[in-house]
């Protein structure tokens, strides 16, 4: 079940960092707030996918070698 969330919460991390970086950023803003947020919400959303799916395969791979047996 926590598999399923971290995914969701990884995928929707890294649309909206995707999002907010690339989208219109204000050239008003010298802090540049959108483009900084954007950027680590994208990288939290890569981290969380990459850790959800290497645990989801090494539960596969463990699982697979449980039922040969």
């Given amino acids: 079940m926590h598999g399923r969330i971290g995914f969701i919460f990884g995928a929707v991390s890294f649309l909206v960092g995707a ?6 950023v204000s050239g008003r803003d010298p802090l540049q ?4 947020g954007g950027a680590v919400l994208l990288s939290l959303g890569v981290v969380t996918l990459v850790i959800v799916l290497r645990d989801r395969l090494k539960w596969k791979r463990e699982l697979r070698k449980y039922r040969e047996e």
Avoid: S
Avoid at 19 to 24: M, T
């Fill in 33 to 36: 707030v959108e483009t900084i």
């Fill in 19 to 24: 999002g907010l970086l690339y989208g219109d």
